[in-house]
């Protein structure tokens, strides 16, 4: 069985990538909210790195996914 059959591949990877990118950003958005009207907020100013570690592994995935689908491209060739 083909990971393609599985519906595994390139766009799954990246959609969920982009995806974890986009909460990530988000939860950085909301987090400078709450810290920038209550003052220093412990939860938030840690949930600021946890977003941070997110968006990187993200970034790592999309990154990932892009390499492998070259390779791929590469074997089919």
């Known amino acids: 069985m083909h ?3 599985m519906g595994i591949g ?3 990877a990246s ?3 982009l ?3 986009q909460r990530a950003q988000a939860g950085l958005s909301r987090d400078a909210s709450t810290i920038a009207s209550s003052g220093p ?3 938030a100013m840690v949930d600021l ?4 570690l997110t968006f990187d592994s993200s970034a790592r995935v999309l990154r990932a996914a892009d390499r492998t689908s070259g ?3 590469d ?3």
């Open 41 to 43: 907020d412990v939860d």
């Open 3 to 5: 990971a393609a059959d």
């Open 71 to 73: 390779s791929l491209i």
């Open 19 to 21: 995806a974890g990118m």
């Open 49 to 52: 790195n946890l977003q941070a």
């Open 15 to 17: 959609s969920t990538a």
């Open 75 to 77: 074997v089919l060739a």
């Open 10 to 12: 390139r766009i799954d």
